[in-house]
């Protein structure tokens, strides 16, 4: 019978997946393991024996793709029981895992084998006025040179699963995941709009039937093909045409996130003039997060100053999208300012009233010993709550964070997901977690 020692984790197998922060009386406490060297839920240990909060393991063998330079996206709830996180797993195959018990337990199903090393999602709940459950997916692939579409209806029992499309298979992708970008998002009118790069190409894409047969080249919202380039996240607009659609741009070059427009029926981009904000250092990973208010159509956004410097700041504005040549940028309130050994941005928008949460990754030393902590906002952001803490286990190497950015009507949670990287785990929490209804 082996040892364990105090604040070791425990795997719970078979039902369920998690991690239990253990605390024991004193040293030779034991457990005892089964021949499998597993442990049954039936757990036996020594008296005194005190269970933690719930670190819940989503997936195990996930691809260190799901580091900084990506991470899991998700988990996007179709009720308050059920929501989808996408990934790529440790053969490089694109997975979705699924809860239909508010995120107690989770079910892995492949997507696409292949050479997958980006993907971006877009639910059809972050449109505004859009009550569908399917999760639109990008995904490129650096075997075939090519960049997919399916979609994920996370409410459905049965034919979850889309037909997969080709966006463009004439494209170069680099093997590295941090040299190609993408993103997408489903305008207000109904249409898909995808945008990609690599070292070779830019693209930008426009389809009004899931790219069934419909798939119209349009102008590009990159601007240059380079390796570690900048990023773009496109988002609705709230113009007089349903159809145009924004971005979020972080020009790495220029040291600053932009706000570009772009214009469907004109099939342009345009950037506007006053930028979101200024950032002073040219990282390739992205620190920026972003999602639609619905009550108002505005995009809100955080991001980060400088990561892992004392100077830091997490900063937020707020982006009035009504106008292809004047939108609106409002400066808001930082979240914290002057924080070392801190990174990443994971927003999410409980559409019922308006309330706004956004979990970042804080150390601890950067990269080695992160929690994951978040902040809640219930006036637009011009004042933040505490920070309150998210992951109970003790800190470790968390390299990416996302929350799904919009729970509506139908219901869900604010449960940041988070990728830790020397466990190749996703985990969410089911202790520290906003139920919203």
């Given amino acids: 019978v082996p040892t364990i020692r105090p604040e070791r984790y425990v795997k719970v197998k078979p039902r369920r997946k998690m991690k239990i922060p253990l605390t024991f009386p004193g040293p030779g406490a034991e457990l005892r393991v089964g021949e499998n060297g597993s442990v049954s839920e039936s757990i036996v240990v020594a008296e005194a024996v005190t269970v933690g909060g719930l670190d819940v393991s989503v997936e195990t063998g996930v691809s260190q793709q799901n580091d900084e330079h990506h991470g899991p996206r998700g988990p996007y709830w179709s009720d308050v029981s059920t929501a989808a996180i996408v990934y790529i797993d440790n053969f490089e195959d694109l997975r979705y895992t699924r809860t239909t018990d ?3 337990t989770w079910a892995d199903t492949l997507i696409k084998t292949g050479s997958i090393n980006r993907i971006a999602c877009w639910f059809d709940k972050e449109t505004p006025g859009d009550t569908g459950t399917k999760l639109h997916i990008i995904y490129m692939d650096f075997a075939s040179d090519t960049v997919f579409y399916r979609f994920l209806d996370i409410a459905s029992d049965t034919a979850r699963l889309g037909t997969e499309r080709t966006i463009d298979n004439t494209v170069t992708i680099d093997f590295g995941a941090g040299s190609n970008r993408c993103s997408i998002t489903k305008t207000v009118g109904g249409n898909l709009l995808t945008c990609f790069q690599t070292t070779s190409e830019i693209e930008c894409n426009r389809s009004t039937d899931e790219f069934a047969t ?3 080249d349009r102008a590009d919202v990159y601007e240059a093909a380079a390796a570690d380039s900048d990023y773009a996240m496109l988002f609705p607009a709230n113009t007089a045409d349903n159809n145009d659609a924004c971005a979020v741009f972080i020009d790495r070059s220029a040291f600053e996130v932009t706000l570009k427009m772009y214009d469907d029926s004109a099939n342009t981009w345009t950037e506007f003039a006053t930028i979101i904000g ?8 992205s620190n920026v997060d972003a999602a639609v208010r619905h009550s108002d159509n505005h995009v809100l956004v955080a991001w980060h100053r400088l990561i892992n410097n004392g100077i830091d700041d997490l900063l937020t504005s707020d982006l009035t999208v009504d106008s292809i040549a004047s939108p609106t940028v ?3 309130t930082d979240i914290f300012t002057d924080q070392d ?8 928008i409980d559409q019922n009233n308006d309330d706004v949460y956004v979990a ?21 952001m011009a004042t933040w709550d505490a920070e309150q803490a998210y992951n109970e286990a003790d800190a470790d190497d968390i390299r990416a964070v996302h929350a799904g950015r919009s729970v509506s009507g139908a219901g869900g949670h604010f449960m940041p997901a988070w990728y830790n990287e020397d466990l190749t785990e996703i985990f969410v929490n089911l202790s520290n977690d906003i139920s919203i209804a």
Avoid: E, Q, W
């Fill in 330 to 332: 409002t400066a808001k």
């Fill in 341 to 348: 050994n801190a990174a990443r941005a994971a927003m999410l």
């Fill in 360 to 380: 970042y990754l804080k150390g601890g030393t950067y990269l080695s010993t992160m929690d994951v902590v978040f902040h809640k906002s219930t006036d637009g």
């Fill in 278 to 285: 200024a950032i002073t250092s040219s990282s390739s990973i």
């Fill in 102 to 104: 508010g995120g107690t």
């Fill in 214 to 216: 419909s798939n119209d």
